[in-house]
């Protein structure tokens, strides 16, 4: 006698079958977490070798290594304002072996300034720890005649869209200072995008730009008398430079373009793998070496919680969201 299967065993069946699978995912991630590290880790930095972004990775990177045992990995993926970087590693699998060391652009400006963005910055990744506040700093090309920021103001109200300002892309940090310098002084100058701050800093030193809002890779030009430091975007000044006023201190009220830079995860990675990387980055951020790395950039350490750092970045984003619409801002 034949017997006639239902039609929904096998459905059934290799839904069953899915089920147990998935719940046998779950272990084998909380073991891999526990486990971790056990092969090297990659982290992406999502802008060209030479900027704020892979000073700071590269200034982590070896005490990591020294603490988790492992090997740290670095590798430059450049690109669309940080997005190539981010999504690379949104994509990546989430067990701790994939991080990102990216500005806070990545995720509060980039979802103002890109239509579409090839994954979602808030929920695609994870905030592991803040690493740094970066200031920027009005800089001129020393050939040009004004001393102070009044005076750099009225020579370029005199040359309307004559002077240029570069800038490591089109919404970055660096750019959207400037645009928020020309929102409050009403001046004209033609903003150039580059591939990352340091072939900005490259064409102010040559004089093919005449100004730039520096992430504080150009601060040893500015000691060798290279480039001029008119004021800090910032709304303190910098330890560094006490002399040097800030924009708001120099008139220009409210003025901040600070970003505070910091380490993500693929979402889903292991809360261990997250606990576990935040207290060593934390740690590193408080050596002297580290802090005087980070300082030698004009900025600061700022160690903290995941929460506090996603904190940051959403009030950033409010911040930046309405100069970009405002200006009118809109990616290459």
């Known amino acids: 006698m034949t017997t006639t299967r239902p039609r929904h065993a096998i459905p059934l069946r290799r839904a069953l079958l899915a089920l147990a699978l998935g719940a046998a995912v779950v272990p084998a991630a909380q073991a891999q ?10 982290v992406v930095v999502n802008f060209p070798p030479g900027g704020a972004a892979d000073t700071i990775a590269r200034a982590i990177s070896q005490p990591l290594q020294d603490a988790l045992g492992q090997p740290v990995l670095i590798e430059n993926r450049g690109g669309a304002n940080g997005n190539i970087g981010g999504e690379n590693v949104a994509r990546a699998v989430p067990d701790g072996y994939t991080l990102l060391m ?13 239509p579409k963005m090839p994954f979602d910055p808030t929920k695609d990744l994870i905030p592991v720890a803040a690493a740094a506040r970066i200031l920027v700093f009005l800089v001129t090309k020393p ?16 040359r309307p869209g004559k002077l240029s300002f570069g800038s490591p892309g089109t919404g970055s940090s660096p750019h959207l200072a400037g645009e ?10 033609v903003h150039v995008p580059y591939r990352g701050a340091a072939p900005a800093l490259q064409d102010l030193l040559a004089g093919q730009i005449d100004f730039s809002f520096d992430p504080g890779i150009g601060l040893n030009q500015v000691r060798a008398g290279k480039l001029r430091l008119l004021a800090v975007g910032s709304p303190k ?6 002399e040097v006023p800030t924009l708001d201190e120099a008139g220009l009220k409210g003025f901040d373009a600070d970003t505070v830079f910091g380490f993500y995860a693929p979402a889903r990675t292991p809360p261990e793998v997250v606990t576990r990387l935040n207290t060593e980055i934390n740690r590193i951020l408080a050596t002297p070496a580290v802090k005087e790395r980070i300082a030698n950039l004009g900025g600061e350490a700022v160690p903290g919680t995941p929460a506090a750092f996603h904190d940051r970045a959403m009030a950033d984003s409010a911040r930046f969201g309405a100069i970009i619409r405002e200006r009118k801002i809109l990616a290459d």
């Open 237 to 242: 000044r910098s330890p560094l430079f006490p």
């Open 102 to 114: 990216s500005s806070g652009g990545m995720v509060s400006v980039n979802p103002h300034l890109y």
């Open 143 to 158: 050939s040009l005649p004004p001393q102070n920021v009044k005076d750099f103001i009225a020579y370029v109200k005199e």
């Open 33 to 42: 977490g526990s486990n971790w590290p056990s092969k090297p880790i990659k």
């Open 180 to 189: 928020m310098f020309k929102s409050q002084t009403g001046l004209f100058a």
